[in-house]
């Protein structure tokens, strides 16, 4: 599987609701971006990619490329992760979700068909475009949904050929995103 899928860990973002960068929160005792690698590194071996301008990220032993264009949100993290691949398939994560595993991840792996452009998960009706496999190809329509300030990534998405797969009971909790204080304070209970 090392050699047909890259992991791509969107790491850029402004964290404006947290006030701090969520990738170096911890959890467990170890950084929500280090509870990431741990879990995709058994699905993609060394193919990880980390997407961000900050240099503090080299120190985890993985690539780190900054964004093509900036401000633009997950969308640009997205064609940055395509435009940099060199795989069809691109398993797409954002780094506030550390209570992700591996076993979730393989499973939307085995679960993505190359007759869709995009696998995402959804746990109770809420799609999870940030937790998803991405055709390579999908590359070639980002730049005009760029161009256009058109940043909605659930927007794009739907633009897409794509399927949407429910997240088994067992695991739904994975999918939590942490993005403010108050959802990190409850995440660390």
């Known amino acids: 599987m090392e050699n047909t ?32 690698i741990a879990a995709l590194t058994p699905v993609v ?71 869709y452009q995009m696998t995402q998960v959804q746990v109770n009706d809420k799609p999870s475009p940030l937790v998803a496999v991405y055709d390579r190809s999908v590359r070639i329509l980002l730049p005009e949904f760029l161009a256009g300030n058109q940043l909605k990534v659930r927007k794009f998405v739907d633009e897409l050929t794509h399927q949407t797969i429910n997240v088994p009971e067992q695991w739904s909790a994975q999918l939590q995103n942490i993005n403010t204080p108050e959802e990190y304070k409850n995440l660390k209970g």
Do not use: C
């Open 45 to 115: 071996g060394n193919n990880i990619v980390l997407i961000s301008s900050d240099e503090r990220y080299d120190a985890f032993g993985v690539t780190r490329i900054s964004d093509i264009v900036t401000n633009k949100g997950p969308l640009g993290g997205i064609y940055t992760a395509l435009k940099h691949t060199t795989t069809k398939r691109n398993l797409i994560l954002s780094v506030d979700v550390p209570m992700i595993s591996s076993e979730l991840l393989q499973w939307l792996v085995n679960s993505h068909s190359d007759a």
């Open 5 to 36: 899928i890259t992991a791509y860990v969107l790491a850029g973002g402004k964290s404006q609701r947290m006030g701090t960068d969520k990738g170096f929160l911890e959890w467990k005792g170890q950084s929500f971006v280090v509870n990431i």
